[in-house]
């Protein structure tokens, strides 16, 4: 007998809470866990329930509609491994961490594919059995790209793509095709040290504490809504590569924890903030 | 108009979320929070609600009496400062950090008196006007030296104590007067270093974090539900010295986390440990 | 028996741990601890002995001046308390915390005046029998408000500033006139947010972490060299004021451990970042 | 041009760090990095320098041995990967984390060989193609088993073993063949919880933080050196399972650390204590 989530947002009233449960109660469902939040600048309410039971869908959507006002999100989801792909560039080391949780089930996810824009990475992911597809980039316009990538992700259907330190931005139109389903890890301290060369600007202001963004990608490069920031404390005695190196931990850190949230449906997005349910 | 809390846990059955919640939503009422928790290994469900509205007392107690099981305890809070008591030995950082939040109304109490069983911290004290009693311990009985503080409390009548680095040990009878209600902060990071010289043994032991530890007190000596735990890096360049000043910081940090959150009336016990609702 | 600090700096080369020790062994003195550290991208030693014994100053400046560069800075300080002034507006929290410590003699330093462009925390500093000097900077050019001020720092000659949130900015002229003796607290992780308003900031980039970052007080605003930053964890359920009130208790962390290393003589600065020997 | 450490401990005196670095000054050596520390309560002296150059190791041990007391350590090294074995029983967390590094370089260490009592980490080990030495204990003598393993030793000549998760106590003539050269991770905050069960016994006293401590093994179960201890927060929504998977985090976070101080030759093992120098 599967889980089920139920992801409500919408305007606040009285009686919410009270409304919805209701509805899951006539249904003979068991609450496992449930959690609210009231957005107040936006008067706006959210919810996420939990729940066993002989589920019928149709039914709880039904009622829900009727329940509540005709503007009302309403999201039910049985649980089950997500679908993603995980782009990545050179480095390995977010890509490792997700390739051993996922190899012992520690990660709510089935891995489809790792794409890439250089063909190093591939050595590690063939360890896994994982399809590897190399995209280069090279003399080609972005859009181009983009395109034969776009060829592999219709082949998968994945439900969302992480990026684990993809050193390419993505245009405007790729990223409205999978809106807030494109997670990445940003190697700084958001909104510190945005663009390029972190740890070099990060060591020339002698900062002592570094840290790690993981954030949902829209169309503003490193604007998007941000799931979980991490920080590791660093010295004088640390050299930009020494940065460099602190900072990948903190990557890893912040990216397992964002995915953990987000492939287990406790992430609500709204007004370009995360709204988690821990 | 003020905000109301309302406390329920009972066993573990369907539906109970909606039926609470409908209590307050007959009664016109507006949920600005709710929390639950369904403890697994006792199947026991508590709730915490924070509510605004014209509030009829009687009528919410009554009606979640018809709803509930007998056995439900059932607390409804009109929110006001906790009128507290603190006690002290001779340490006054603990105290200090106490009496300047107070000073600047950042703490949900009003300080009815400190109680030390040595005359030291009285100039500090007095310095913020506030009642010092100086109940010295020497040449006397536990249980004599306990009855000449209960005077002061019955004269106070407060909803908690506050064990700010109260050196004595009290008795089971002073603590059955109070359960619940006992609040202190342990100089360590329990369960390691129970007893005296934490520090010491942390030192001998060359441990690289040490913690401290708020909770309530039970009969038990420092076995009572953990509220708080808070730690700091030390090494080998510590002294014991050293050790006890950092330890300092982390009881200041431990202690005024746990007297935010029980004066908000965040935490509820159960099976000597601590549910808390943030 | 006083502790004497030796804090040396110049070009690096082979062997100069082996001659500024021998000079001090040559006097009979005794290293309780010794920090070295070279700044590779600019070639630069920076060294700090503490030490005891009968110390003949002008001796030891004498032949290390013999012995090392000529461009080499020398600085022979014998541990005293520094004598501080603390510059506040409204803000009780960093100066209530650093008037109780002072109280029990927690920081290497003389208070000898607190200084304020309000009058509000005047009631607050007198307790502690300490100077309040209330300057108004109503209807004042900024140069005016500051010779007023000037005249107050003639009089007490004071080693370290300590803008404990003095929300005033400083003039680039007396800024010069107390050059790396000038430590302010920010409220943000610098470099993000700069500038006013951080956590109305924060809370609308829906940040997960906040930090407050002390640090010396150059001619560029928000850009002198950090000592000490300082991190706390928010999540959505914060408001703009929950962030103001989490970020004043990093403030005082951050605050506080910064004077401690400045006042214990442990932080050299170099190219606008701190090298801290802890 | 390798790098050269130097590790030298011994009774103190005055002029110890000019008599050392004397004798690499007069050998043309160029120290990049000193560490002294003096023991109080042992009076005791420790010094780590790294340093390159034309090095004549004996020229150098011979004029450290004329310069120093007789009962002096000196222990000259040249910096290369260590020759370690990996020791694990089902968990594959931290064996993981450290294959990772391993296959990018970024571990000061070659993996010469995985043990394991139980077969289950053969497949994970052989995607890296490291031996792999399943040695079962079923059906034998603790120290015919570990006759076993020591033959598996003798040909691969380890400078450490790791015991990465490794459930087995090991006898006291085993660990004495290892004196200081075995690394342990221990599931939980050390001196909490020893022995088994942490988790459980950590869930039942409703500990808000969990920890994970790695140490060297010594005769003493659970009682040697701390090298590294690290912390996560838990709250009342942890059931065992899920305190266990944060301890993971946490434990592979420790052993990690510990193992690169413990590789570059920055620990110091005295009085059962370490003594690091970062």
């Not at 919805?20 to 003979?28: A, D, E, P, S, W």
């Not at 706006?44 to 329930?49: K, Q, T, V, W, Y």
């Not at 995209?135 to 316009?141: D, F, R, T």
């Not at 909104?191 to 949902?216: C, D, L, M, W």
């Amino acid at each position: 007998m599967a889980n089920y989530i139920l992801l409500v947002d919408c305007k606040d009233e009285k009686g919410l809470i009270h409304k919805i449960t209701g509805v899951l109660y006539n249904q003979g469902l068991n609450i496992i866990s449930n959690n609210e939040f009231v957005e107040e600048e936006a008067d706006h309410f959210f919810m996420r329930s939990e729940f066993t039971g002989e589920v019928n869908g149709d039914a709880i959507i039904t009622q829900l509609r009727d329940t509540l006002s005709k503007d009302s999100n309403i999201k039910l989801i049985k649980q089950r491994k997500k679908r993603i792909i995980i782009f990545v560039t050179k480095e390995h080391r977010c890509l490792g961490d997700i390739l051993i949780k996922n190899e012992y089930n520690e990660i709510n996810a089935e891995i489809l594919a790792v794409v890439s824009n250089y063909p190093d990475l591939e050595s590690l992911v063939s360890k896994f059995k994982i399809p590897f597809y190399y995209v280069s980039h090279l003399n080609k316009a972005r859009e181009a790209h983009e395109e034969e990538i776009l060829e592999i992700l219709e082949k998968c259907k994945p439900d969302y793509l992480v990026l684990a330190k993809y050193m390419r931005i993505l245009t405007r139109k790729f990223v409205s095709l999978f809106e807030n389903r494109i997670i990445n890890i940003h190697h700084s301290f958001l909104p510190a040290f945005v663009g390029v060369n972190p740890y070099e600007q990060a060591f020339k202001r002698g900062v002592k504490i570094i840290g790690a963004t993981s954030h949902f990608v829209t169309e503003q490069l490193d604007e998007g809504p941000i799931i979980v920031q991490e920080i590791i404390s660093v010295d004088h005695k640390y050299t930009v590569r020494d940065m460099e190196q602190a900072g990948r931990e903190v990557e890893i850190m912040a990216l397992s924890k964002a995915l953990k949230l987000v492939f287990e449906d406790k992430v609500f997005i709204s007004n370009n903030k995360t709204i988690i349910f821990e």
